[in-house]
C-alpha cells in the first residue's frame, strides 16, 4: 500500500498496481462469504456456540498476533513511539479498538462488527430474507 498511494511511471509502482489489482478483491469476497455460510447458523447451532467459534478463531487469534507484532516491534525492531506517546494497557487497547496497531489487520474490525449483527439477521424468516436478497441486489 505504501508504493500504490501516489502515481508514478516507475517499475515499483506499475508492479504494486499489478499486485493491487490482482489481490483486491480477496477481503470483500471473504466477508461475502462469511455472510453466507453464517447468516442460517441457528439452523445448526445455538448462540452461545456461534459467539465461542468466532471468539475462539478470529478474537484471540487477532489479539495474540497483535501482541506478538507488538512485542517484535518494540524489542527487536526497537520501534520508536513519539515521546508524547506512552505504551501501556490504554494505549494497546486503543490501538486494537481502532486497528492502528498494525494496518495489515485493518479488517479484522469491520469483521468483528459483523459477526456481531449477524445474529440479528438470522432471525428474520426465509420469507423476509427474499426480500432483502431482492433489494440488495
Known sequence: MGFFGGFSTGRVWFT???IECIFYFAVPIFFMISGAMLIDFNKRYDLKTYFSKRITKTVIPFIAWSFIGLALK???FKFLLDS???INLTFIINQ????QLF???WFFIPLF???LTIP???LISDDKKNCFIYITT
Not at 96 to 99: A, I, K, N, R, Y
Open 120 to 122: 440479528i439477521f438470522s
Open 16 to 18: 504494486a498496481n499489478i
Open 96 to 99: 486494537l479498538l481502532h486497528g
Open 113 to 115: 462488527g459483523c459477526y
Open 84 to 86: 508524547s506517546q506512552v
Open 103 to 105: 494496518d495489515m489487520y
Open 74 to 76: 518494540l524489542y527487536i
